[in-house]
């Protein structure tokens, strides 16, 4: 039987999952999954559900974590593991509709490995939500950072990527000006028109879309 060639990166994530739980007992076992689709930005619990046999549902790895490494590819399951310890403790962790990190997301994000570099301003509008891998947790975690560098390069090029969104044009008016008896016409950008009128250098009228 042919195996799927996400079988080994989905095995080193579920290790580094196991390993973390060993840490932090109030995680629930979970079923990793890939997708290719763009990090979230927005980290509201409605992502969280549980199978009938408890094991948790919603946690996904993006293709494009994959590609910045092994390391980030660890970070971002440690920051999702922040928000997942937060749910099933009841902890309000968010606000903004998800997209704000506040103080009680920064001290689970500390509690699974990660840390807000001394100094570091919250971001504007999204709080404590870019912490960092922090030296101790890279140490614990160095295992699985060192198996997911070798099977990330190996795997990725196999795995189904989102094409990138087609280039959208700029929305274009038609403008026609005054001849008679057929009136002349020109094709400008809004933001074009926006800037002031133009005007036919034949006869002498402004041209308007109406």
């Not at 790895?61 to 099933?88: F, K, N, S, Y």
């Amino acid at each position: 039987m042919p195996t799927s060639p996400q079988a080994p990166l989905l095995q080193a994530l579920d290790a580094l999952w196991g390993r973390l739980r060993s840490d932090v007992p109030d995680l629930p076992p979970s079923q990793l999954t890939l997708t290719p689709e763009p990090a979230r930005t927005i980290h509201g619990p409605e992502r969280w559900t549980r199978a009938d046999d408890g094991l948790l549902l919603g946690l996904v790895v993006p293709t494009e974590m994959l590609e910045a490494g092994a390391r980030a590819t660890v970070e971002h399951v440690l920051h999702e593991a922040a928000h997942v310890l937060c749910w099933v403790r009841n902890i309000k962790d968010t606000t903004m509709r998800g997209a704000y990190h506040n103080a009680s997301y920064l001290a689970a994000a500390e509690e699974v490995g990660l840390q807000w570099p001394d100094g570091k301003e919250r971001i504007r509008g999204r709080g404590y939500s870019e912490p960092e891998l922090s030296d101790e947790a890279a140490v614990t975690y160095a295992t699985d950072i060192a198996a997911l560098s070798t099977i990330i390069p190996e795997v990725l090029p196999r795995l189904p990527r989102t094409p990138p969104p087609a280039a959208k044009r700029p929305d274009r008016l038609t403008l026609e000006c005054g001849c008679k008896p057929k009136p002349r016409q020109i094709r400008v950008a809004q933001t074009v028109a926006a800037l002031g009128p133009i005007t036919c250098g034949v006869c002498g009228k402004e041209f308007t879309n109406e």
